[in-house]
Structures are given as structure tokens and as C-alpha cells.
């Protein structure tokens, strides 16, 4: 499900500046369309559809009423890094295992910046890997090591559930 950021009134979809309220739902942003409560700001299209991804309130809103965007966080594993990459190998696309076939195919995480040159353990910097293609890269950037990296990794909170398959959150078209 695709999550719609709401601002206040002033939003500046250019710089992306303004005060955001909260974040809804898809079919209740067209609920605030439909009752004039708000303004779509910026559309993308998912399956074929055109919808919103930021709505501006057509009057301002003031007071203690704003709460946080509510991002849901996602629990932080190796494990976690292999399903968010749907376990293939980020730089060959090869299906890797926990208890593969083959030593090469097992399941690793890798650093696509080194830890060894201040790379952090974070989802943007973590990819799953194949053993042989991990060794492969070593302790070299995946440009150094020519190699390709196959996939962006992203934060899963930042992300929405179709199909039961973790997808990112679509790049948004401004309007």
C-alpha cells in the first residue's frame, strides 16, 4: 500500500519544503481531494493509475494537532538484507541459500562501501551477496572491483508491501 504524504498549507513541491502533518493512505487522499480538504501536489503512476504522493491542505492548519509521519520501522538482520533483496545476488542476480547446492551460492551480506573504509551497517550501504561474487569484490568499492551492482538498496520503512513482496516507494512525478 502506497503511503501519501499530507503538508500544511505552503508547501513548495520545487524544493520539496513545508510542514508535513502526516502520512495516509491512498483512498483516503482521494477522500480529501474529493471533499476539497486538500490539494494533490505531486502524482505518480503506479499500476496503470495516476495518484497522489503528496497532498497540500487547502487551508492551514495550526496548533499541537501535527504528529510525526509515522514511519513503521522495520527490524534491522543480515536475514532482513536477504529478504528485502528477495535472496539473488546483488551483483551477478543469482539465487543464493542459507544451505545452497553449492559454496559459492551461500547466502552473505556485503558492505558496498567497505567497513574497513568507514562503511556502516545500514540498509543503504548492505547488499546480499553470492560467496563468490562477496570474495570477488573483497575490500574494494564495486567500481574498483568492476562490478556491477544489479539493485539500490533502500530502507524497507521507506517502502510499501505488494503482492507480499517488499517494493521501494515509487519515484515521485511532481505535478
Known amino acids: 500500500m502506497a ?10 513541491p520545487e ?9 495516509t493512505t491512498v483512498r483516503h487522499a482521494f477522500g480529501m481531494i474529493r471533499r476539497e480538504v486538500a490539494d494533490p501536489v505531486e ?8 495518484v497522489p504522493t503528496a497532498l497540500e ?3 492551514e492548519l495550526s496548533g499541537a494537532w501535527v504528529e510525526g509521519a509515522g514511519r513503521r ?3 534491522f538482520s543480515y536475514r532482513a538484507v536477504h529478504e528485502r533483496d528477495h535472496w539473488s545476488c546483488a551483483y551477478c542476480g ?3 541459500s542459507r544451505t545452497p547446492a553449492c559454496e559459492a551460492l551461500l547466502a552473505t551480506v556485503d558492505h558496498i562501501l567497505p567497513v574497513s573504509r568507514g562503511g556502516p551497517s545500514t540498509w543503504t550501504n ?3 551477496a553470492c560467496k563468490e561474487c562477496n570474495n570477488r569484490k573483497a575490500d574494494r568499492t564495486p567500481e574498483e ?14 517502502a510499501y508491501r505488494v503482492g507480499g513482496f517488499v517494493e521501494r516507494l515509487p519515484v515521485l512525478v511532481t505535478a
Open 3 to 12: 503511503l501519501v504524504k499530507v503538508y500544511n498549507r505552503g508547501y513548495d
Open 15 to 23: 524544493t520539496r519544503i513545508g510542514e508535513l502533518l502526516h502520512t
Open 43 to 50: 502524482l505518480t503512476l503506479i499500476e496503470d493509475r495516476i
Open 57 to 59: 491542505l487547502t487551508r
Open 73 to 75: 520501522s522495520v527490524g
Open 94 to 96: 543469482r539465487s543464493v
Open 126 to 128: 548492505l547488499v546480499c
Open 145 to 158: 572491483a568492476g562490478m556491477l551492482l544489479r539493485v539500490e538498496p533502500y530502507d524497507p520503512a521507506l
